[in-house]
C-alpha cells in the first residue's frame, strides 16, 4: 500500500523529516505517536502535497506509484485521504456541494456516472446519521462555524463518501469531547477491511482504546525512532517520549 523509504523533508528551510521508513500493508491500521514538533503533521502534508513541503531525498510508493510523481488531486483520486484536508472555511461552498464535487470526482476517475442531485442527497443524508450530524448540517457553508467535534464527524463523513484506501487521521483526538471520539473510532472501525489502511496521528493513548492499531510507532527527530504492538502505547503513556529521544539524536 504505502512504502516510505529514507523520507527527507524541509518546512521553511528548516530539516524536519530526517530519514524516515515506514511501510504500509493493505489491512493494517499504524499508529505514529510522538512529541510535539517531531514532524508528524509534516509527515501527512508531505504524502498528501501540501505547499510549502520540500522533500530533499528518499522515495515513496503508493500502490505501486512514485508518489511524488503524482499531483494532489491524483494522488486523492488514487485513493488517499487527508483527514485535516480543509479545515478551512470556504465561503458560498455547502457542504453537500463540497462533498458531492469530491465523491464525483472520485466517480469520474473509476468510470462511473455522476450521482444525480437526489441519489447523492439520500447517500449523504444516510452518511451523516452514522456519524450522528444533523442532516441540516449539509446544506451550512463549508466549516462555516463548526464545532471541533462537527468538524471531526465531517471529515469522518467525508472519508465514508470517499471510501479511501489510504487514510490519515491527525490529531484526531486533540480537544474532541468523548461523543466525537467515539464516532471517530466507530467510523474507523467501520471502515477497517482487508484492503483499506489507516494512519492514526495521536498524541494520547487513550484513542487507542478504541481504535486498536497493528503497530503503534513512535516518530521524533524526524524519523520512526521505534516501532511496537498496541501495548507500546501503554508502554508511553507511562513513561513519555524523552528516554527515545535521547536515543533518537
Ligand atoms: P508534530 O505534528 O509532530 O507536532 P509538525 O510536523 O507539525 O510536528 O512540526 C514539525 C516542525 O516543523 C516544528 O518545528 C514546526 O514548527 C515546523 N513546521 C511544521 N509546519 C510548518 C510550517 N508550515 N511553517 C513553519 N514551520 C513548520
Ligand atoms: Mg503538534
Ligand atoms: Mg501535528
Known sequence: MLRITDLFAKVEEKDILKGLNLTINPGEVHAIMGPNGAGKSTLGNVLSG????????????????????????????????????????????????????????????????????????????????????????????VNEGFSGGEKKRNEIMQMMLLEPKLCILDETDS???????????????????P????????????????????YVHVLANGRIVKTGGKELALELEEKGYAWLEEEAV
Do not use: W
Open 50 to 141: 501540501r505547499e510549502g513541503y520540500e522533500v530533499t531525498g528518499g522515495a515513496v510508493e503508493f500502490n505501486g506509484k512514485d508518489l511524488f510523481e503524482l499531483e494532489i488531486e491524483e494522488r486523492a483520486r488514487e485513493g488517499l485521504f487527508l483527514a485535516f484536508q480543509y479545515p478551512v472555511e470556504i465561503p458560498g461552498v455547502s457542504n453537500m456541494e463540497f462533498l458531492k464535487a469530491s465523491v464525483d470526482a472520485k466517480r469520474k476517475h473509476q468510470g462511473q456516472p455522476e450521482l444525480s442531485a437526489v441519489e447523492f442527497m439520500k447517500l449523504a443524508r444516510e452518511t451523516s446519521k452514522r456519524v450522528s450530524l444533523d442532516a441540516a448540517f449539509l446544506k451550512r457553508g
Open 175 to 193: 480537544g474532541l469531547d468523548i461523543d466525537a471520539l467515539q464516532v471517530v473510532a466507530n467510523g474507523v472501525n467501520e471502515m477497517r477491511s
Open 195 to 214: 484492503d483499506r489502511s489507516f494512519i492514526v496521528v495521536t498524541h494520547y493513548q487513550r484513542l487507542l482504546d478504541y481504535i486498536v492499531p497493528d
